[in-house]
């Protein structure tokens, strides 16, 4: 559909030519992604910490971006490691998030082009942000500042993805609210699912009191080894409980995935014919095509407030926990 028009757009830089031969190197990806009808807004969230959010958010990101689609990385944690792995500075002075949330500042005068991935954007998040947390309980709207600083940036998007902070804190209600998708994604490992119900009881009392159209949309294992059984019997309980969510394909533990960050890229740029980069094109295929594919239409043609149905996540009952401290 977007085949031709998909290759103009990518830049013709070396890296950009593998990346796209990459892209090419899955069949099925050179037929294009569907685009959504609506921009997706999907939050990447988990409290735990180094369990791929980072990670896979910007790789989704970068492998729906080399499809052709406009996608936005929103980094909304205070380390700035999505930024980094984007390859965006930084520093200090930088304009970033924090001025969008704390100092109302319009998104459009933050966001920066991706170097080397056309067609992918992002709002770097400085050091600053650390002290969001904390300055946003007296703000007005201090829940949904992000959301109003996306439904008034006015550019053309197909994606936008959220990397939340490792905790529950105002900065992931804030991408609570702001996004219409939650995507969880689950280290393979024997503590992946403690915690867990605490955030999806998070999810459930942000849909009810602040944003009905909230739903955890998509789950993706990371860092699966399939040498050792507990990987595999931890997959199949994430695949138990959350048959409709999960992604069938899990992103293997890959050196390629974790080299990336450090030369500023997303490993489908620093290595795409890398079996890190190949799984995360084709979850990210998945991604793309379960939203407008057979039993998979929820997105396209409903507006954000609607219900969500059919999702089967077994989210806990609302008012066992505080979920806005
Ligand atoms: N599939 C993978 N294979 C190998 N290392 C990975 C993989 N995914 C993530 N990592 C590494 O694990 C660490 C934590 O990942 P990260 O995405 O930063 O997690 P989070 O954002 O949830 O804290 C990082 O050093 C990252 O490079
Ligand atoms: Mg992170």
């Known amino acids: 559909m977007q085949d031709s028009e998909t290759v103009d757009q990518i830049d013709d830089t070396p890296i950009a030519r593998a990346a796209q031969a990459a892209v090419q190197a899955i069949g099925r990806a050179g037929e294009g992604l569907p685009r959504p009808a609506a921009t997706r807004v999907i939050v990447v969230a988990n409290q735990k910490g180094g369990v791929g959010k980072t990670t896979t958010t910007v790789n989704m990101a970068a492998s729906l971006a080399m499809h052709g689609l406009r996608v936005l990385v929103v980094d909304l944690d205070p380390q700035g490691n ?14 970033s998030i924090y001025d969008v949330l704390v100092e109302g500042k319009p998104m459009a005068d933050v966001v920066q082009p991706v170097v080397d991935v056309e067609g992918l954007f992002c709002v770097p998040a400085t050091i600053d942000l650390a002290g969001a947390e904390i300055e946003l309980v007296s703000l007005v709207a201090r829940e949904s500042r992000l959301q109003r600083a996306i439904a008034a940036y006015e550019q053309p998007l197909d994606y936008i993805l959220i990397d939340c902070p490792p905790s529950l804190g105002l900065l992931t209600v804030n991408a609570l609210v702001a996004g219409r998708e939650v995507l969880i994604p689950i280290q393979c490992e024997y503590y992946a699912l403690e915690g867990l119900g605490q955030l999806l009881r998070n999810v459930e009392l942000v849909r009810a009191h602040l944003n009905p159209a909230l739903h955890v949309s998509t789950i993706l294992l990371t860092m699966y080894d399939a040498r ?5 019997q931890v997959a199949e309980e994430v695949r138990t409980h959350f048959r409709n969510e999960v992604l069938s394909t899990a992103i293997p533990r890959s050196v390629r995935i974790s080299e ?15 079996t890190g980069a190949l799984s995360y ?3 990210a295929r998945e991604l793309a095509q379960r939203a407008v594919g057979p039993g998979g239409g929820s997105l396209v043609g409903q507006q954000r407030g609607g219900s969500s149905t059919g999702h089967g996540a077994p989210v806990a009952q609302h008012g066992t926990t505080e979920g806005h401290q």
């Open 82 to 95: 999505a930024s980094t792995a984007l390859g965006i500075d930084h520093h200090a002075e930088v304009p």
């Open 228 to 232: 050792t059984r507990l990987a595999a």
């Open 260 to 274: 990336a960050p450090s030369y500023g890229q997303t490993v489908l740029t620093y290595d795409p014919g890398s």
């Open 281 to 283: 094109l084709e979850a």
